[in-house]
């Protein structure tokens, strides 16, 4: 046992984790919550996309991919593994928000037929848990996965927004939060970590904030924590955006792994919903799951949920953001 040890140090190989792998120390876990991950290189043709291949306490389940071939799949599968393998080696100075960006924005490139939430949650993030492994995958997940899609969101729009003289630019730390907080007038009001991204618009030699966005990959992520910032926002007159990928399925046994989302439709709406339709804590929100239902217009409040892909001829929130700074000038 001396000399295992002496081995796992020298390969810099956690002994804790060795042992769980061959079967040792084994944590208890509810094993209804453990998440299905794709099995490597496994997938299935379907005469409307692929079906990809998850491995669920010993059994296999698939998810329909749709819009999308085998050779497709297969090489996002390496593309993305090779994007998260350095995260695991011994003092990588690579931030893992940063190559879940990397791979995200890659995957929405290659594979601009597949639904962009189906994106997010089947292969991003099902890829993560299964390639990333020097800590707790699904912790790292939490705050990693989140920060990359404020990333996506800053460097994906730069360069459509940027030739209306727009900027937009993920708020990633506390001071930085804070710093725009105080600059539209609302520090005090609202917590510090409400709000994900900022809006620029340039007038002259100056800067000026004119919105924000509340960028939410699920809204499981309590959503309603927004609130209280985007109506002070709307109230001082900064227009307020509520951007998610409304990711959400439900695991085996009793789900079907399908990313439904969690807006419910115009007819039997959820609390989510509500926030829009019913209540306008929001300016507007941008879904970018292709199976969330769209409002029916009018709605009670005048504030609508919009489905977008990432394709430009297909995505609005471009268009609002320069209606919005427009109609901010004029003001």
């Known amino acids: ?14 002994p804790l984790g060795f042992f769980r792998k061959i079967g040792w ?47 497709d799949y297969l090489e996002v599968e390496r593309t993305v593994r090779n994007i998260y393998s350095p995260l695991n080696e011994p003092g990588s100075s690579l931030k893992n928000r ?14 601009p037929n597949l639904n962009p939430s189906d994106i997010y949650q089947h292969l991003i993030y099902r890829l993560y848990l299964r390639e990333y492994s020097k800590t707790q ?14 990333l996506f969101v800053e460097r994906h729009y730069g360069p459509i ?10 708020l990633l730390s506390a001071p930085a939060k804070e710093e725009a907080l105080r600059e539209m007038g609302i520090h005090g009001r609202v917590g510090n970590s409400k709000l994900d991204v900022v809006l620029y618009g340039a007038h002259g030699e100056r800067k000026i904030i004119f919105g924000g966005v509340h960028v939410k990959a699920s809204l499981a992520e309590r959503v309603v924590d927004d ?16 951007f998610t990928l409304d990711s959400k399925s439900f695991p085996p046994p009793a789900g079907d792994l399908v990313n439904r989302g969690e807006f419910g439709t115009p007819n039997q709406p959820s609390d989510k919903r509500r926030y829009v339709e019913e209540h306008g804590s929001f300016d507007a929100c941008f879904s970018y799951n292709l199976r969330t239902v769209p409002s029916r217009a009018p709605t009670p409040s005048g504030k609508a949920i919009f489905v977008a892909s990432f394709k430009p001829e297909e995505d609005l929130f471009p268009k ?12």
Request: one cysteine or more.
């Open 1 to 14: 046992m001396v000399e295992l040890y002496d081995w796992l140090t020298i390969l810099e190989i956690k």
């Open 25 to 71: 120390f084994v944590e208890p876990q509810n094993q209804t919550n453990l998440p299905a991950l794709p099995i490597d290189g496994e997938v299935k043709e379907h005469e409307n996309g692929v079906l990809q291949q998850l491995a669920w306490q010993g059994e296999v389940r698939e998810v329909l991919l749709e819009g999308i071939s085998v050779e």
């Open 98 to 111: 940063e190559a879940i960006y990397e791979a995200f924005a890659y995957a929405i490139r290659r594979l």
């Open 137 to 150: 995958a699904d912790r790292s997940w939490v705050r990693a996965g989140g920060e990359a899609l404020e």
């Open 161 to 170: 927004l940027q030739p209306e003289s727009i900027e937009i630019k993920a």
């Open 227 to 242: 609130v209280p910032c985007s109506e002070a926002m709307m109230e001082a007159g900064i227009v307020s955006y509520l």
């Open 320 to 331: 609002f953001v320069v209606e919005s700074w427009e109609q901010f000038k004029r003001s």
